[in-house]
């Protein structure tokens, strides 16, 4: 029997012996390679090249371009945001906070139906979230491998290049980990993703889904690599440097430590640092829009240029109630109403009044906005430092040191609203942690689907409440916490069977 070639490695490509030049602002502008396609026009002969290969992989992240909109690679000219914003997005709709409300885009994975557009094998999520992820991890293992042979570098310069490439490898397969699988808490030895470290060629082959606790294992290894060789220093934000290693670090420690609460003092210490030089934005910068990569806070995003429009497939169409083309997401009465009305997120929150032939239709929000009224334009959040005062809070709150928890927790809290009066060390561990979580996500809403991963990871259910329109009850043990392995992965790599697809 012919052995199956694995689809991820079939998207990688044989390296040959053109050099080119690495665009910085400018990666956006004209990609090539800095599309992410690492073809035979491109070898690692010098610096230059390296630095291309690198800036086509946060190319994938921002837009996922290579493939097109809907994986049609002769549609490649429009910016169809299926990148990482899109695979955060998908993971807010799932929770309970932020919906869709007008039965057209994010309708079907609002309400986790079994189609295409939610988790299923066949699905077209399943397939961007894999594609994507492999594409970025392929493409970071070229480098890994051929930095070293590069001229016009630096031993220092190689060993950051490989550092970042390895960051990015490692928040890959932190992603996928926590797509196909549970949480590494409920059983480290569950199968996980399958594993590369090598770039693909003609000859590769694919390989089985690795424990979860050998894909953390790697996860580990390099991130703790990515936060020694890495500096504070980068050229662009869009770039990973030592501050958003140790941030990717703290989410993983974050995870893990649910299984091993040795682990807090490392997720305490790298959130910490991470945050170090991003003072938390003002209240004015967080009514701003959630547009501008030069807020102080963002450690972490991606640029959109003002002439290329992100169109009516990104975030901001969907959020925006001006400038949006579709205008489709609305939140929980149950969620605004844990806002105080001294707090002033609050007034980000558009009432719409009550329609009893549309009740989740109320609230609208003003958190996400176009920079440009005369079309979707707004630069793409990926990570900024009041995550890592929560995860520095929670960490605490699990150590008992309840006080300092809640010092803390407060940096962001009382800032936010004014009247806040900061609660007793008296409150208990318990109620401290989920007064945390909620912070969280009365912080974080529309960001990274935050509350979703925060019930998985505590192996909570999901229920939903107020006016969402899908009312459901999903137990934490239920299978559709599990994103399936795509069915052209299963159909290509031979050492993945219809046996081992997730249930």
């Not at 549970?182 to 690795?210: F, I």
């Not at 605004?336 to 009893?356: E, H, K």
């Not at 609208?364 to 005369?374: D, F, G, H, I, V």
Request: contains cysteine; aromatic residues 12%.
């Amino acid at each position: 029997m012919m052995m199956k070639l694995s689809r991820t490695i079939i998207a990688a490509t044989v390296l040959s012996l053109l050099v080119l030049s690495a665009c910085k602002k400018e990666f956006l502008n004209a990609p090539s390679p800095e599309d992410g396609n690492l073809t035979d026009n491109i070898i690692f002969s010098n610096k230059a090249g390296a630095e291309s290969a690198m800036t086509g992989i946060y190319w994938i992240f921002r837009s996922e371009n290579y493939n097109g909109y809907g994986g049609d690679p002769n549609n490649s000219g429009n910016l169809t945001c299926r990148g990482l914003q899109t695979t955060m997005f998908f993971y807010e709709v799932r929770g309970n906070d932020v919906f869709e409300g007008l039965r057209t885009w994010w309708r079907w994975e609002t309400a986790w139906e079994e189609n295409a557009s939610g988790r299923i094998q066949t699905g077209s999520r399943t397939r961007q979230i894999w594609d994507m992820f492999y594409k970025a991890i392929n493409n970071a293992n070229a480098i890994i491998k051929y930095t070293p042979g590069i001229t016009g570098a630096s031993d220092a310069e190689k060993a950051a290049l490989i550092a970042e490439a390895k960051a990015i490898r490692a928040y890959s397969y932190f992603w996928l980990a926590r797509s196909y699988q549970y949480t590494y808490a409920k059983n480290p030895n569950a199968s996980g993703v399958p594993l590369y470290t090598e770039p693909a060629s003609k000859d590769s082959k694919g390989n089985p889904r690795a424990p979860l606790k050998e894909v953390y294992k790697l996860i580990l290894s390099d991130l703790e690599e990515a936060t020694t060789k890495l500096t504070d220093d980068r050229n662009e934000k869009f770039r990973i440097n030592r501050n958003v290693a140790q941030g990717i670090l703290a989410e993983v420690y974050q995870e893990l430590a649910m299984s091993d609460p040795a682990l807090w003092q490392k997720a305490i210490d790298n959130a910490k640092a991470a945050r170090d030089g991003f003072p938390l934005m003002s209240n004015t910068s967080y009514g701003g829009g959630f547009n501008d990569l030069s807020n102080q806070e963002w450690m972490w995003g991606f640029p959109v240029p003002e002439d290329q429009s992100l169109t009516y497939y990104s975030q901001f169409s969907f959020m925006d109630v001006n400038s949006g083309y579709y205008r489709n997401i609305f939140f929980n009465n149950d969620f605004v109403n844990t806002y105080s009305v001294s707090d002033t997120r609050r007034a980000l929150f558009i009432d719409n009044g009550n329609n009893p032939a549309a009740p989740a239709r109320k609230w609208s929000s003003r958190k996400y906005r176009s920079r440009l009224a005369t079309s979707i334009t707004g630069d793409i959040l990926v990570m900024r430092a009041a995550e890592m005062y929560f995860i520095e809070a929670e960490g605490l709150a699990q150590q008992d040191k309840l006080q300092e928890a809640i010092d803390v927790l407060f940096a962001v809290q009382g800032l936010r609203d004014p009247a806040a009066v900061k609660p007793p060390a008296s409150i208990g561990k318990d109620a401290l942690i989920s007064m945390i979580l909620l912070e969280r996500r009365k912080e974080m809403y529309g960001e990274a689907g935050v509350y979703y991963f925060d019930l998985k990871r505590y192996q909570r259910d999901l229920v939903r409440t107020g006016n969402h329109p899908y009312l459901l009850n999903i137990p934490a043990t239920d299978p559709r916490w599990l994103i399936q392995i795509p069915i052209s992965e299963v159909d290509a790599n031979d050492k993945i069977n219809p046996e081992d697809q997730n249930p």
